[in-house]
Structures are given as C-alpha cells and as structure tokens.
C-alpha cells in the first residue's frame, strides 16, 4: 500500500514546488518509487503549441520522474490565477471523480506520493453550482497528512501560524514545517524559534536559499535538498493512503 504526505504552503509563490522537488530527489535517488501529484496546476506556458504544467515538469526534471504529466496534473491551465476562477475562464472546469481516478492509479503504480497543492490552504478549486470546493477538502478526500512550506523572513511567523491553527482546527493532521530560502541569520532563527514555541509543530527541514536559481536551477536543488533534508524524517511524515 502507497504512503504519502502533502505539501502546503503559508501562501503562493512560498516556495513548495521547489521543495518539492527536493523531497522527490532526495527519494527517487535513493531508490524510492516515489511519484508527484498535484491535482490542478494555474500558469501554464505554451511551446510548441503545447501546454507545459511549469511546476510539474520541474519536479518532473529535478527528480527524474517518468510519467504523463496528465496523470500527476489531471487540470493544467494557462490562466495565471486560482484554479477555479481559471476554469472558469478556460471552460474546463474541475471534476473531482477524474482527480481522484488519477490519485488511484498512482497508488496502484507507486510505493510514495508527495502531492502539492495550489497556492494556501484555503485556495478555491472549484466555484459554481455544484458548491465551493478547496484545497482543504481536497486533503481530507486524499485522506493525507500534509507538510507546511513557509517563508523565512519577516511576516512568516504570523502567515505560518495563522496557517497552522487553521489547520488544526479542520483536524487535518500536520507532520512538520519546512522552511524555505532559509539564510543564516538572527532574523531567521528566531523566527523559526518562534514558529516552534507558538505552533508546537516541529521544524523538519530549512531549505537554504539559492542564490542564482535559473542559473544550474535543477543541481542547485538537488544539492541543496541533499544537505538539507532528512530522508528517515520525511518517510516518518508520510501515512499510508
């Protein structure tokens, strides 16, 4: 049976596709038949007249993963907005039952899925007349513990922790934070401290910056995942689906 964990984040652009990418390297280079999963991707580029999931392909590329980007991002838009108002937008909008035939077949073909989500936890997949659906019940209908990606600089304490009690409060279980674009510095350490004290939730991980990162992005990633991340911690955060 396939364990996994999903990665959120404090909010967009904070970061979780590149730590991501490092948590699949870090397993699929240690033999892991890990596989990424993220349901609904926003901001897609076009070569060739065809539409390139970015954030996919990247974690695809860093960790050598094989597989049709259709069956680990079922919806890929180009609309660089939330996924519900870019289905609206695109006239494609989200059908649950089809995400969750793709996280089945993952689990049939894969021993570990690290899925990501789209934006905060709170980021609306679907809008209409079906109802409001989110990332949050996204989780709860993968039934997945999730992983919280967050800034290192200033404000992160108060989006991580607002993000951690909201969390808490829909009985999703959290197994760490990791902290992204970490730098060796007192503003950083004591935010993370502070993180720890208010939260009660461990820190599993401080990705540091990379300096530079279109430049040689994919090693920068690899390496610095390599130093950074536990591997024995991060299979301990994942359950069986």
Not at 49 to 70: F, H
Not at 195 to 212: A, D, M, S
Request: glycine share 6%; charged share 25%; proline share 2%.
């Amino acid at each position: 049976m396939a364990k996994g964990v999903f990665i959120v984040g404090t909010d967009t652009d904070v970061g979780k596709t590149v730590v991501t990418a490092g948590i699949m390297h870090l397993l699929r280079s240690n033999g892991y038949n890990a596989t990424y999963f993220k349901a609904a991707l926003s901001g897609a580029f076009e070569v060739d007249n065809e539409i390139i999931p970015g954030d996919t392909k990247l974690v695809c590329d860093v960790s050598n993963l094989e597989e049709a980007y259709e069956n680990i991002t079922p919806y890929v838009y180009r609309a660089s907005v939330s996924p519900h108002l870019a289905a609206k937008l695109e006239n494609n909008p989200i059908q649950i039952e089809i995400i969750k035939e793709k996280y089945e077949y993952l689990k049939k073909k894969y021993d570990y899925i690290i899925a990501e989500g789209s934006g905060g936890i709170v980021c609306p997949l679907i809008d209409d007349e079906r109802g409001l659906y989110t990332l949050e019940n996204l989780i709860k209908d993968l039934n997945m513990s999730v992983i919280i990606v967050a800034r290192a600089g200033v404000g992160t304490i108060n989006h991580t922790v607002l993000t951690v009690k909201y969390i808490e409060s829909l009985g999703i279980n959290i197994k760490g934070i990791i902290i992204n674009n970490y730098s060796e510095s007192i503003i950083c350490d004591d935010n993370i401290q502070m993180i720890e004290k208010l939260t009660k939730v461990p820190i599993i991980g401080k990705l540091r910056q990379i300096k530079n990162l279109k430049d040689n992005m994919l090693q920068a990633i690899r390496i610095n995942a390599e130093k950074d991340f536990s591997i024995k911690t991060l299979e301990e955060c994942m359950d069986q689906l």
